[in-house]
């Protein structure tokens, strides 16, 4: 996943797509990193804007956060979904 966060120029838009596959993953950290994956992508994480906003609402704290900051990277205000716990 990180790996296909750096992808820049034409590559990005299909990083984005192919890091939407790993965002069903059992573990957490995989999910996280595919957050901050997309988010390092900049604009082009845009592309994957649905599945950070199931990400935001991820049961565990450190998907969420990645997920939040992912939004705040991709560009303006991303509106995501209210997370768990209603914040």
């Known amino acids: 996943a990180a790996a296909?966060?750096?992808?820049?120029g034409n590559l990005a838009?299909?990083?984005a797509k192919?890091?939407?596959?790993?965002a069903?993953?059992?573990e957490p950290?995989?999910?996280?990193?595919?957050?901050?994956?997309?988010?390092?992508?900049?604009?082009?994480g845009?592309?994957?804007?649905?599945?950070?906003?199931?990400?935001?609402?991820?049961k565990?704290?450190?998907?969420r956060a990645a997920a939040r900051k992912a939004a705040r990277d991709i560009g303006p205000p991303l509106q995501l979904g209210r997370e768990r716990g209603g914040k």
């Open 46 to 58: 845009r592309e994957a804007a649905p599945t950070l906003q199931a990400l935001v609402a991820d």
């Open 18 to 22: 192919a890091l939407v596959a790993f």
């Open 24 to 26: 069903d993953d059992s």
């Open 13 to 15: 838009v299909p990083a």
């Open 4 to 8: 296909l966060g750096r992808a820049k």
């Open 29 to 44: 950290q995989v999910r996280a990193e595919v957050a901050t994956s997309i988010g390092a992508l900049g604009v082009a």
């Open 60 to 63: 565990d704290a450190s998907v």
